[in-house]
């Protein structure tokens, strides 16, 4: 079902929406089984934002991305014949993750020490906006407010016009590291409890991964009193010192090069290389105005090819559109092909981990429900009579009976 097989054999029941089931999906590309419960509504991240893909009214991107490699199980938790369900397959995994409001689970009676109590190695992640505690548990968030609390960015994206957005220096941090952190602790809980027999209740915000993001944020101003300039770091006016040579420039063709020649070895070889090794004991500002015209002077493909023949430090300024056909991007396994649910063929982006040996090919995102009655024979040994009695009841959900 999902990418690399370094996760197989862990076992992890998800109830999530949107953001957070970036925590299962970074899990099911290093193998794990995930099983997505979902209820009536289902993940609304399935047609979130735009474009849609293979049809006006088809799924979002993100969907493609966060649930790939899972399986889709219908349960109605609001059902106590559901949450029985959800109990015993809780019972079989590693991991259960909580990705909706903090305490949701809880309320249902299936929190943690309720869970814990059949399977003491299970490690529980609870993955919200802003977590159980603190004065603003109780509040709805969303992606852009994370940024927000955390002093990144107050932007929502989709309050731009569609030039705005084209040209906006900013993409949401909280959201798509909130992710990236639950993974970090769930795999170092997981390690913990294979080693002593005891799980973990572990929790992660999208608001405190966007405050812990830069180092120099926050950590400055809780020292204040501490906090100093670097003496040499830092012109008057605030640009690092030999800033020109750490910076994107415009080149023939329209497109940019970001150069990166702040050591001086960079420096001295790009300067032998477009004989002008009077720069080298130039000011800052002379750099900045020369190396504007130089750099006008070629194509980008002509400055990359210069860059990789004299060992000089460099590279493009992508659009999405170039990076989708830029040759180490592509040279690197970054794109796999998947059959989309109307049998056309999607490239999507793979994972940025990279090993040797494996193929990163997960199956694509899956459809509501559909292994709902797969899962739930083979992992709680339900009989053709079970299933029914459930599917009755409402309990349960399946393709089979919308």
Not at 244 to 271: M, N, V
Request: aromatic share 8%; charged share 20%.
């Amino acid at each position: 079902m999902a990418g690399y097989d370094f996760l197989r054999g862990l076992r992890v029941l998800e109830v999530a929406q949107l953001g957070p089931s970036s925590l299962g999906g970074y899990l099911a590309d290093m193998g794990a089984e995930v099983i997505k419960i979902e209820g009536a509504d289902g993940d609304p991240v399935r047609h979130t934002g735009s474009p849609a893909i293979g049809a006006p009214d088809g799924v979002g991107l993100l969907h493609l991305r966060w649930n790939r490699g899972k399986k889709s199980v219908g349960v109605n938790l609001a059902s106590e014949q559901g949450r029985h369900v959800f109990r015993r397959l809780a019972a079989t995994c590693d991991v259960v993750i909580e990705g909706m409001r903090a305490g949701f689970l809880e309320r249902l009676g299936l929190g943690f020490d309720t869970l814990r109590a059949d399977n003491r190695k299970l490690v529980f992640c609870s993955l919200s906006g802003l977590g159980s505690t603190g004065p603003y548990r109780t509040l709805g968030s969303h992606a852009p407010a994370f940024d927000a609390f955390a002093a990144l960015s107050s932007t929502n994206l989709y309050a731009l016009t569609s030039a705005e957005r084209a040209n906006a220096d900013w993409a949401p941090i909280g959201m798509n590291a909130m992710g990236l952190n639950a993974a970090l602790g769930t795999l170092a809980a997981i390690i913990r409890a294979r080693a002593t027999g005891e799980g973990a209740m572990i929790e992660v915000t999208g608001a405190e991964s966007a405050a812990h993001w830069l180092p120099d944020g926050v950590d400055r101003a809780l020292n204040a009193g501490q906090s100093h300039e670097r003496p040499g770091f830092a012109h008057e006016d605030g640009r690092m010192i030999g800033w020109p040579r750490l910076h994107a420039y415009e080149t023939s063709d329209g497109r940019q090069i970001f150069f990166q020649a702040t050591r001086p070895k960079f420096w001295e070889r790009f300067c032998q290389a477009v004989e002008r090794v009077d720069l080298l004991a130039a000011t800052d500002e002379l750099i900045f105005r020369e190396l504007t015209t130089i750099f006008r002077t070629r194509a980008a493909g002509e400055w990359m090819a210069l860059f990789l023949s004299k060992g000089i430090a460099g590279g493009p300024v992508n659009t999405v559109e170039s990076l989708a056909t830029d040759p180490h991007f592509l040279a690197r396994d970054n794109v796999y092909e998947v059959r989309g649910s109307d049998g056309n063929v999607l490239r999507l982006a793979t994972t940025p981990v990279k090993t040797s040996g494996q193929r990163f090919a997960p199956e694509l995102a899956p459809e509501q429900w559909q292994h709902t009655q797969q899962v739930l024979a083979a992992t709680l040994a339900l009989d053709a009579e079970e299933m029914r009695g459930l599917l009755s009841q409402g309990a349960i959900y399946s393709r089979e009976r919308r």
